[in-house]
């Protein structure tokens, strides 16, 4: 790290205000907190490798930085923000959704080449994003926007923790697609206020947001989520943790949708809602719209134990709350398979379907068997 110019401020006592230009970004240094703003054409990796707890990183509304981001290893328990620099005002509030009419006040991430925009180091923790956008590069298809985990820990020691999505807008490309908008294997992670869309694949399941190799817990709450294969997938590919299943997780609050635009098109098409591998899950107050028969019989949600590979024999769906959801225009509404039927696996048990919502599930309208459960 170069110092070019520091300055001292001399009329509050007790207070060091410094600038600090350090490859390309400005580091404002006011008590314990430093600001450090990136400019357009700035080096992000380098703020992200400086940040020290409880840090903020300023983005420049509307600048692209493209690259391959990692999160390193936070040395504390505060978190680094890494925000845009447009004001507060320029954001929906706290607690409410973002879309894309504000992205002119939103600072752009791209991955190129299949390569994930934002990845994390082993253990890497204590990260949020407020304000930010997500994306390949015009054109390209990425296999994760965001990938916290890729699947390989055989520790949990190792997962990234406490990371945060806070009003982002995180999207695939409109023609290329992408497979996945956040691979979520870790602990603590949260997915609020965001607007995930355009995650499709030709030749595979897409999902907005997936989780296989995470302990939990995971909070999903008051996002858009697209996705053609599964919106929102727990499970789907078998953990290298030994015995893991991923717990504790909250889906509330959100809007679950596929395009009908998408009927008949080269993307590969599933469900709404899947568990695989999870326990203790509660699914509250959502909205699920549009599944029809594609690549599977048009359910909107499904419970199916599965040791996907034949690996993970301990594979369980237990302790789920589903509860207070609308789901409408599906070939079918609920599927639930208590042990898998391919490979070895434990006995899922405990769901609870309460004062749900069905509208328009027809095998008519949308193909598909045209059952409730």
């Not at 700035?42 to 930085?65: E, K």
């Not at 020691?157 to 497979?179: E, K, M, N, Q, W």
């Not at 070895?344 to 059952?371: E, K």
Request: net charge neutral; charged share 15%; aromatic share 10%.
């Amino acid at each position: 790290m170069k110092t070019i110019l520091t300055y001292r401020h001399r009329f509050i006592p007790m207070l060091v205000l410094s600038l600090l230009f350090v490859s390309g970004a400005i580091r404002a240094i006011q008590g314990s907190a430093t600001t450090i703003t990136v400019p357009a054409g700035g080096d992000f990796q380098a703020a992200l490798n400086s940040a020290q707890p409880g840090d903020t990183i300023v983005l420049t509304a509307g600048a692209t930085y493209t690259g391959s981001f990692r999160l390193p290893v936070n040395t504390g328990t505060s978190f680094v923000t890494i925000r845009t620099s447009a004001p507060d005002s320029s954001l929906p509030p706290a607690g409410t959704r973002i879309d894309p009419s504000y992205a002119a006040a939103l600072p752009k991430i791209l991955g190129s080449a299949g390569v994930a925009a934002i990845y994390s180091a082993p253990g890497a923790h204590h990260f949020q994003f407020i304000g930010v956008e997500i994306a390949p590069t015009a054109g390209t298809f990425l296999y994760s926007a965001v990938l916290l985990g890729d699947g390989s820990d055989t520790s949990a020691s190792t997962l990234p923790h406490d990371i945060v999505f806070d009003r982002t807008y995180i999207h695939g490309d409109p023609t290329a697609g992408s497979r996945r908008g956040i691979a979520a294997n870790g602990a603590n992670i949260s997915v609020i206020n965001s607007y995930l869309n355009d995650f499709k694949d030709p030749n595979t399941d897409a999902q907005a947001i997936m989780c296989w190799n995470g302990t939990g817990p995971l909070l999903i709450q008051n996002n858009f989520l697209e996705g053609a294969g599964e919106n929102v997938m727990i499970g789907g590919q078998d953990p290298k943790i030994l015995n893991l299943v991923p717990s504790d997780i909250t889906v509330k609050g959100n809007y679950l949708y596929k395009r009908p635009s998408w009927k008949g098109s080269p993307w590969v098409v599933k469900n709404l809602f899947e568990l695989k591998n999870a326990n203790n899950v509660v699914v509250d107050g959502n909205v699920l719209e549009n599944v029809w028969a594609a690549a599977q019989t048009g359910f909107a949600v499904l419970f199916t134990t599965r040791d996907q590979d034949g690996t993970a024999p301990w594979t369980i769906v237990s302790n789920v709350k589903f509860t207070n959801n609308i789901i409408k225009h599906a070939g079918s509404g609920v599927s639930i398979l208590g042990i898998d039927s391919t490979y070895p696996s434990a006995q899922g048990h405990d769901y609870l379907v309460d004062n749900n919502l069905f509208i328009d599930i027809s095998s008519v309208n949308w193909a598909g068997p045209g059952r409730f459960v």
